[in-house]
């Protein structure tokens, strides 16, 4: 199902139906622009990133509200769920660049990584590659290699 970020709306996540083009859901949140947008793997789940230093988390077909996560410091530029939906990571921008690993049922942040660095690159996104790796790939600046196990 297509997803669209509207950037004059803020906090809005319109949700189409691909074979007819029909309006699913439109997605309230965030006071912030949206960042980026991913579905959970199974589906039906849909995670956003603000800049107002947020993600949220919907159904997607019933616009119901799941989840709020919030501990960043600056704009969530990055974010997406373990391949098995039960682990998210996010990346915070500007002077925050933290990475941070998310019960999404609970909302509670498990893991922050930061004070390390990987804080002079702008721009970075991370990636939880099973329960005791994750990939941090810097888009720009890149300074140092880290070996974080």
């Known amino acids: 199902m297509p997803v669209c970020k509207q950037q004059q709306h ?11 083009g029909r309006l699913v859901q439109t997605l309230e949140g965030p006071e912030g622009a949206i ?3 991913r579905w959970h793997p199974k589906g039906n789940v849909l995670l956003a990133g603000s800049d107002d230093m947020t993600m949220w988390m919907w159904l997607a077909l019933t616009g119901a509200y799941m989840q709020m996560f919030a501990g960043h410091s600056g704009p ?4 997406r769920f373990s391949a098995d939906g ?5 990346v915070g921008g500007d002077e925050d660049c933290s990475l941070r690993v998310w019960n999404p049922k609970s909302g509670e942040c498990v893991t922050t990584i930061a004070g390390f660095p990987f804080h002079e690159a702008r721009k970075c996104t991370g990636q939880l590659l ?3 790796a994750i990939l941090i790939v810097f888009l720009e600046l890149c300074v140092m290699h880290r070996n974080w196990f």
């Open 130 to 132: 099973d329960r005791y």
């Open 86 to 90: 039960k682990v998210i990571v996010s």
């Open 35 to 37: 960042e980026w947008v």
């Open 76 to 79: 969530v530029t990055d974010g």
């Open 10 to 20: 803020f906090g809005l996540v319109k949700v189409w139906e691909a074979g007819s």
